[in-house]
């Protein structure tokens, strides 16, 4: 029994996060009717600090709102620098773009 309920919380919190990216695919497309595609590497890259600001030893809620912060900074960068440029060209040049960001930030992320 304790091994069934470890897996439905497990299932559950893997289920929260992929509906918080779906939510976020979501809310990003009706706002600013973009696909971006480089969402997920955003999110990675959140991850990634959050682990090593913890790994730096910082308490857990001074790392949350940290991340929170700089992850709000980056994505306001990458949109004011990457994606309102091409704001009024075809649909296909904008996934072009989102696909490119999706191609650099992992590959940063590899290195």
């Known amino acids: 029994m304790d091994i069934?309920?470890?897996?439905?919380?497990s299932g559950l919190?893997?289920?929260?996060?992929?509906a918080s990216l779906a939510l976020a695919l979501?809310?990003?497309y009706q706002a600013?009717?973009?696909?971006?595609?480089a969402?997920?590497?955003m999110a990675m890259f959140s991850t990634?600090?959050?682990w090593s600001l913890l790994q730096a030893g910082l308490p857990y809620?001074?790392?949350?709102?940290a991340t929170v912060v700089i992850a709000f900074a980056g994505g306001l960068l990458i949109e004011r620098v990457v994606i309102r440029p091409v704001e009024g060209a075809p649909i296909l040049t904008i996934v072009i773009v989102t696909l490119g960001?999706?191609?650099i930030l992992t590959s940063v992320a590899g290195w």
């Open 4 to 9: 069934f309920i470890q897996q439905v919380v």
């Open 39 to 41: 969402q997920g590497s």
């Open 48 to 50: 990634y600090l959050a």
């Open 26 to 28: 979501v809310m990003i």
């Open 61 to 65: 809620w001074v790392t949350f709102g």
């Open 101 to 103: 960001l999706l191609v």
């Open 13 to 18: 919190a893997t289920g929260g996060i992929y």
């Open 32 to 37: 600013t009717d973009v696909v971006n595609f």
